[in-house]
């Protein structure tokens, strides 16, 4: 075979590799963008999710697709958590903060009589503290299932009232389905549907008091007070600013039931399971309730519905990774 023939058989195999790769490429970008659409259409379906138009869906389909490629950055950064397609996996990081995660503490709080600043850590601590534990099974006390904000901002009221609900549970013997609803359109400096802070919320509660949810029903937007034709309200005698330290918040838990506490809720839009860990800086952005806790992490009840999360809980690491602001922590007392 001369030399001529031989060089134009390697020339014809390098261009059949050469195209092949190409057609192989093509027909991988066309599988995965295929896999894409059906994995956004199971999510539409899943949640229940429409939209007013083409380009609209189209938009929030190139949405889906950054969130997707974050959910992946974030398993690859964190493997002791599981991101992933969540009901929040169609809006910007933008849109998720404004809507789910704008907590905005106070410059500085209101002191009121019912605000008792426990920073000493005196009082005395259990000598040995279990080394997990989950208010649902160990109590005390019971927990209401786990409510949703919407897309009306209040976390804390949603906060406090778990706790008071808890609190009255296993003190007065009675289970009570508290009214955020009440606390969005009759305290004023909570302002309805745009933040409000832990204070505010416990505030109202001792001076006025809480109608259940049956007598004032949640409707997920600030509406007109009507704490004059509700019925029987319930009080607290006020509340305490627990120690930042763990184990003293662990006693309080174990002793006095759950616990409003503020955390950085950033990247909590993706959580699927498992212990969320995420790097510094944090930042205050979203208020939840402490109902347990393990040798590694803190187990924290959200507002976002079963359907977030470990059924409507995350679990946050307690090693400064987890993004919890332990010295924002609220309990109520009777």
């Known amino acids: 075979m001369n030399k001529q023939l031989i060089g134009k058989i390697i020339f014809l195999l390098i261009i059949v590799q050469v195209f092949g790769k190409k057609l192989n490429s093509q027909k991988s970008l ?65 849109e998720f ?10 410059s500085q709080v209101d002191i ?38 919407g897309q009306c901002f209040c976390d804390c009221a949603f906060s406090a009232t778990s706790t008071v609900e ?19 359109d009759c305290n004023y400096r909570s302002q309805g549907c745009n933040g409000g802070w832990f204070t505010d919320a416990y505030d109202y509660v001792k001076y006025t008091g809480l109608a259940t949810s049956s007598r004032y029903p949640y409707i997920g937007m600030k509406g007109v007070c009507r704490e004059q034709q509700v019925g029987q309200l319930y009080k607290i005698k006020g509340y305490k600013n627990l120690p930042k ?27 699927i399971r498992g212990i ?20 590694n992490y803190w187990l924290l009840r959200n507002n976002w519905g079963t359907i977030w999360g470990e059924m409507g809980h995350i679990r946050v690491a307690n090693d400064g990774t987890g993004g919890i602001f332990l010295e924002n922590a609220f309990q109520p007392n009777l």
């Open 276 to 295: 969320y860990k995420a790097s510094p800086p944090f930042q205050i952005n979203k208020g939840v309730t402490i109902i347990g806790y393990g040798p």
């Open 166 to 184: 808890n609190l009255y549970s296993f003190q007065q013997n009675q289970t009570l389905n508290l009214s955020e609803q009440q606390l969005v």
């Open 245 to 271: 330290d763990q184990n003293s918040i662990k006693q309080a838990l174990i002793t006095n039931g759950a616990i409003s506490v503020a955390v950085d809720g950033s990247n909590w839009g993706s959580y």
């Open 97 to 106: 903060l404004s809507l789910y995660a704008n907590v905005k503490p106070p």
């Open 30 to 94: 066309i599988n995965n963008k295929s896999q894409q659409q059906r994995d956004f259409q199971k999510f539409k379906k899943t949640y229940n999710k429409s939209y007013e138009s083409n380009e609209l869906e189209s938009y929030r389909f190139n949405v889906f697709l950054e969130n997707i490629k974050q959910a992946d950055r974030l398993n690859n950064e964190n493997p002791s958590a599981q991101y992933g397609i969540t009901q929040f996996s169609d809006y910007t990081i933008e």
């Open 112 to 149: 009121f009589d019912s605000y008792v600043q426990n920073t000493s850590g005196a009082e005395e601590t259990l000598v040995n503290l279990p080394q997990q534990w989950d208010i649902r099974v160990n109590g005390p006390g019971q927990l209401q299932q786990v409510k949703a904000t």
